[in-house]
């Protein structure tokens, strides 16, 4: 596993950028630079668990791990779906953490993640696209 950070400043309270992140409307629209059609099944509690799919039968599944509201969300992830069928997998620490940090109305937003080394790549290019489509939705209101 690999750790890759990525961190972005938005003109937004941490309530706004939260609401942005994991919003039911919201979601999927940041969310698409990943995959089209993006959309998570989740209530986002602690322990909950949570799947990420391409709305084609693909994506990943997770367990909530941590969930501090406005602050930090933290998903393990322990699996992927692909054709509709789950496949459990023991990544050991293979975690996706969101941090915000708030002063004068401006949020820090900082995503860490664990990641096998086939996909460093993409998402060194995918997230800053995605935070900038975060900042985009979360600064126009």
């Known amino acids: 596993m690999e750790k890759i950070k990525f961190k972005t400043t938005i003109n937004a309270t941490k309530e706004k950028v939260w609401e942005v992140l994991f919003g039911v409307e919201t979601y ?7 995959a089209e059609g993006s959309q998570v099944e989740t209530d986002w509690k602690k322990g909950s668990r949570a ?3 391409d709305g084609k ?15 930090y969300l933290s998903i ?17 620490e293979s975690f996706e953490n969101y941090t915000l940090n708030e002063k004068d109305s401006i949020t820090e937003l900082l995503i860490d993640m664990d990641i096998v080394k086939e ?11 995605a935070l900038a489509k975060v900042k985009e939705i979360a600064e126009k209101g």
């Open 119 to 129: 996909w460093v790549e993409y998402f060194q290019e995918t997230w800053p696209k």
């Open 51 to 53: 799947i990420f799919g």
């Open 57 to 71: 039968g693909n994506g990943m599944l997770a367990v909530i791990h941590e969930n501090i509201p406005h602050q």
């Open 76 to 92: 393990k992830h322990i699996g992927e779906i692909k054709d509709g069928k789950e496949t459990l997998h023991n990544w050991g």
């Open 28 to 34: 999927p629209k940041w969310t698409a630079v990943f």
